[in-house]
Nanobody
Framework: QEQLVESGGGLVQPGGSLRLSCVAS????????MSWYRQAPEKERELVAR????????NYADSVKGRFTISRDNAKNTLYLQMNTLKPEDTAVYYC????????WGQGTQVTVSS
């Protein structure tokens, strides 16, 4: 019953932007810290960004600091990742999950950065 559904990925040119969304259902979204992860081909899944239950604490991987912004709208049960100045090395499948007590991994959403 607990579910996370990612969307918003696509093909963009280097320097472009995308906004990813993650819609949660089946649990009290506002009670949980959330996170974005990504997994590139032949690489391990890595933590991209995390946000506490209210948005009061946010942290990013060094590789995306200054370019990505994590946010949440608890009234809409939705987590966001605004990605700017995208680079080819950002190409990956992006996933959302609860930070401390993760759920199953969903389908994710593909982000491809290429000329």
């Amino acid at each position: 019953q607990e579910q996370l559904v990612e969307s918003g990925g696509g093909l963009v040119q280097p320097g472009g932007s995308l906004r990813l969304s993650c819609v949660a259902s089946g649990f009290t979204f506002s009670s949980y810290a959330m996170s974005w992860y990504r997994q590139a081909p032949e690489k391990e899944r890595e933590l991209v960004a995390r946000i506490d239950s209210t948005g009061g604490y946010i942290n990013y991987a060094d590789s995306v600091k200054g370019r990505f912004t994590i946010s949440r709208d608890n009234a809409k049960n939705t987590l966001y990742l605004q990605m700017n100045t995208l680079k080819p090395e950002d190409t990956a499948v992006y996933y959302c999950n609860r930070y401390y007590t993760p759920l199953y991994w969903g389908q994710g959403t593909q982000v491809t950065v290429s000329s």
